[in-house]
C-alpha cells in the first residue's frame, strides 16, 4: 500500500510478523523531453516565420508633368477592361484604331499576352534601326476603373517572366474609355 506524505514522498508499509519497516521513495521528475519538445517547438516557429516572409515586386508609378517621347515602334499598350477582357496595340493609339489593330487577348491560352510579348521582342530584335533590341521594348499597362486588380498583378508578372526592362502602369486615355464602352455594348 502507498500514501503520498505532506513532504512529496512515497512511503509504503511492508507487513512482516511483527516488524514495520518504512521505505522512503523520493520523486524525481525527468524534465529533459520537456526542455527538448520546447527547443523544438522554438525552432519550428522561428524557421517557419523567416521562411514565410511576404514577397514584394518593385513597381516605378511615373511621375506627373509632361509625357516622355517614346518610340511607336517600341511601344506595346495594354488595355485591362471589366474582369479578364485584355486588349492591346502596338504604336499609337490614332494609329492602331485606323488600321483596325487593337485585338482582343488572354492572359492565358493559345494566343495569349505571354506570345504577343515575345513577338514583339522577336520584332525589335529583328529591326536593324534599333539599338537596344527587346531591351527597348515599352510595355504600358493601361487598367480601366473596373479593371479586376489580379489581372494588373498577373500582367505585372508577365513583364517580369518575359524580362521587360521598361513597363509602367498608367490611366486610360479618354479615347481608349470611349473606346472599350462602344465596344463592349
Known amino acids: 500500500m502507498a500514501q503520498l506524505n505532506s513532504e512529496n514522498e512515497i512511503t509504503s ?3 512482516r510478523s511483527g516488524v514495520q519497516r518504512m ?3 523520493n520523486l524525481k521528475i525527468d524534465m529533459t523531453p520537456m526542455v527538448d519538445l520546447g527547443f523544438l517547438l522554438i525552432s519550428f516557429f ?3 516565420t523567416e521562411l514565410s516572409k511576404p514577397t514584394a515586386m518593385d513597381l516605378a508609378m511615373t511621375k506627373d508633368g509632361p509625357p516622355m517621347p517614346l518610340a511607336e515602334s517600341s511601344a ?5 477592361d471589366k474582369g479578364n477582357t485584355i ?3 502596338e504604336g499609337k493609339w490614332e494609329e492602331a484604331l485606323q488600321d483596325n489593330k487593337i485585338k482582343q487577348t488572354r492572359l492565358t491560352g493559345l494566343d495569349n499576352i505571354r506570345s504577343i510579348i ?3 521582342q522577336k520584332k525589335l530584335d ?3 534601326k534599333s539599338k537596344e533590341k527587346r531591351d527597348g521594348l515599352m510595355l504600358l499597362i493601361k487598367p480601366g476603373n473596373d479593371a479586376n486588380y489580379r489581372t494588373i498583378v498577373d500582367l505585372l508578372d508577365e513583364a517580369t517572366i518575359n524580362i521587360v526592362k521598361k513597363y509602367a502602369v498608367i490611366n486610360q486615355s479618354k479615347q481608349e474609355v470611349d473606346w472599350l464602352r462602344g465596344n463592349n455594348h
Open 13 to 15: 508499509f511492508r507487513k
Open 23 to 25: 521505505v522512503k521513495h
Open 46 to 48: 522561428v524557421i517557419t
Open 76 to 80: 506595346l499598350t495594354v488595355l485591362i
Open 87 to 89: 486588349y492591346y496595340y
Open 118 to 120: 515575345n513577338a514583339k
Open 126 to 128: 529583328a529591326d536593324v
